[in-house]
């Protein structure tokens, strides 16, 4: 059982103070003089991670972005060049047809997740470690990721002992999880404490499958393109909502439009966008109709094949905030 801490006592300087400090200490007690790894995904979870990691361990840190061809557009020269200008260094990994080929003919939503999981963890990172020599793995999980992975709403990609899995048996390295006892507000707080940019503590969550989690149906090359596609658009246009989290999905079946007056069998999009503290519970955004027609005229016209765009209008529970 994770002892939580919240956001508000996070509020408290000297509360603050002793967790990041304590944290810094426990990486660098557990690590030794060593060497540990960690993934930079540019999600505020990872980015904590790797600036609380840089502290304790400086150059025995060794940063890496596993480019899955799963991410926004540009989104590793982007991250990285953030961290660099920081001083911390982070080498770009291009690991995309492992991930494409780990994902083939599969739409199950598990299947994705464990598929996922197994790149990144054995296939890819696992010859990283080996490479490296690094014993240890800091990773960004937080105390959400562990609660929804236990209950059965969804298994996260970055839980293992709380289900029983081994890392050190599955895939030959330990993980360290400084963030377990924190949800996602409170992440924001210890990021901010940490001199992360307001473009990271602020970002809005990213799931650990990345867009693989947003295309229903087969994960392929070119379906991938049209959720970044959609992803850039929707961006774009609520950037300004307010919103704790938006996002574009494609859907698996295709549905009947028209273009020039002839019939369109083509693709739909759905867009959430989500009110929420702390990604437990959520709210639809009641965004205003003008952005949603906008939203959905551009979608429909930049995007080609594109025919419908759908907004989701459940709220968490039932629903979840990732469609799958």
Not at 37 to 56: E, F, K, P, Q
Not at 60 to 89: A, C, H, K, W
Not at 209 to 215: D, G, K, N, Q, T
Not at 289 to 316: C, F, M, P, Q, W
Request: neutral net charge; glycine residues 8%.
């Amino acid at each position: 059982m994770v002892d939580e801490i919240t956001a508000k006592q996070l509020a408290d300087g000297k509360i603050m103070n002793k967790f990041v400090r304590g944290q810094t200490k426990d990486i660098s007690d557990i690590v030794g003089d060593g060497l540990a790894i960690n993934a930079l995904s540019g999600g505020v979870d990872s980015s904590a991670v790797t600036m609380l990691g840089y502290r304790a361990l400086g150059k025995r840190l060794l940063t890496y972005f596993v480019d899955n061809g799963l991410m926004r557009e540009g989104e590793p020269e982007y991250i990285v060049s953030i961290f660099q200008e920081m001083g911390v260094p982070v080498k770009i990994v291009d690991a995309q047809e492992k991930f494409f080929a780990a994902l083939k003919g599969i739409t199950d939503p598990e299947e994705k997740r464990e598929a996922v999981r197994t790149a990144f963890y054995k296939n890819v990172f696992g010859q990283l470690v080996k490479d490296s020599g690094a014993k240890y793995l800091l990773q960004g999980t937080i105390l959400t990721d562990v609660d929804e992975t236990v209950a059965g709403i969804k298994r996260q990609h970055n839980i293992f002992e709380q289900i029983g899995i081994d890392p050190q048996k599955a895939f030959g390295y330990k993980i360290i999880e400084p963030l377990v006892q924190l949800r996602k507000d409170g992440v924001r707080k210890v990021a901010q404490e940490l001199g992360l940019p307001e473009s990271i503590y602020n970002r809005m969550p990213f799931p650990g499958p990345a867009l693989a989690a947003r295309v229903i149906g087969d994960v392929t090359s070119e379906r991938i393109k049209t959720v970044k596609q959609a992803t850039a658009i929707t961006e774009q246009e609520l950037a300004s909502s307010g919103a704790f989290q938006y996002m574009a999905i494609l859907h698996q079946d295709r549905v009947t439009g028209m273009r020039d007056g002839k019939r369109d069998f083509g693709l739909q999009i759905e867009i959430r966008c989500w009110d929420s503290v702390d990604a437990r519970t959520a709210a639809p955004t009641r965004l205003p109709y003008e952005t949603l027609d906008k939203l959905a005229k551009r979608i429909t016209k930049e995007i080609h094949g594109v025919v419908s765009v759908t907004y989701n209008i459940g709220s968490k529970p039932p629903s979840t905030m990732e469609a799958i």
